[in-house]
């Protein structure tokens, strides 16, 4: 089931069990956006899918039946372009934030919320993502973040190396050694997603 309130305005998506919820959201933010809320993200795929009706901005629910919000952004970020999305939730696990930033949400919002802060994360990330719209821009972000990667890998290796030297064991054989490196590699891993972001939006913007 789909339900659609319309306005000549960029198109949000809704993905909240709770049909209750859905349609107040929906017809809160209704005189600003045009809004189409889904029961399911099974459904909302589909219609992702579809090629028809794509939003500028999504938001989901991460508590959902047959599939997670967060599995939702995954598919969509895994074969097609990112969208901008929002998630929110009754009660977030710890796991569960650190997969809404893998699949890189711009906002997060705890149940239950005053319908005015969604409105102004709403304009606070549509604006953020019509800032980053020409290659040049793309490039000197994606320069500074490749700099900085670089250079982790650099002191991370150097870091280790030198805290060894002195005892004659060779790097990385050795569990300090290791330990090093595993408290190097989580802002690395961050950066690298980062950048892989970066380059698929170039590409994006490179054949429009």
Not at 42 to 64: C, H, N
């Amino acid at each position: 089931m789909s339900i659609a309130l319309m306005n000549p305005s960029p198109l949000i998506w809704i993905i909240e069990d709770e049909e209750d919820l859905a349609t107040t959201y929906a017809e809160y933010l209704s005189p600003q956006y045009q809004t189409k809320v889904f029961l399911t993200a099974k459904e909302a795929l589909a219609q992702f899918e579809s090629g028809e009706d794509r939003p500028a901005i999504i938001i989901t629910d991460v508590k959902l039946p047959f599939m997670d919000g967060i599995s939702f952004l995954g598919e969509i970020k895994k074969k097609y372009r990112p969208v901008p999305a929002i998630m929110i939730s009754g009660y977030a696990e710890k796991n569960e934030l650190v997969r809404a930033a893998m699949v890189g949400i711009q906002g997060y919002l705890d149940k239950p919320f005053h319908l005015n802060l969604l409105n102004h994360l709403i304009e606070k990330v549509l604006k953020e993502d019509a800032l980053v719209t020409d290659p040049f821009t793309l490039y000197q972000d994606r320069t500074v973040l490749a700099d900085e990667y670089s250079a982790l890998c650099v002191q991370r290796y150097m870091s280790a190396e030198n805290a060894l030297s002195q005892a004659g064991v060779p790097y990385p054989e050795s569990g300090e050694a290791m330990e090093c490196h595993r408290k190097q590699l989580g802002r690395e891993n961050l950066l690298s997603l980062q950048l892989r972001e970066l380059d698929s939006k170039i590409n994006v913007c490179l054949k429009n």
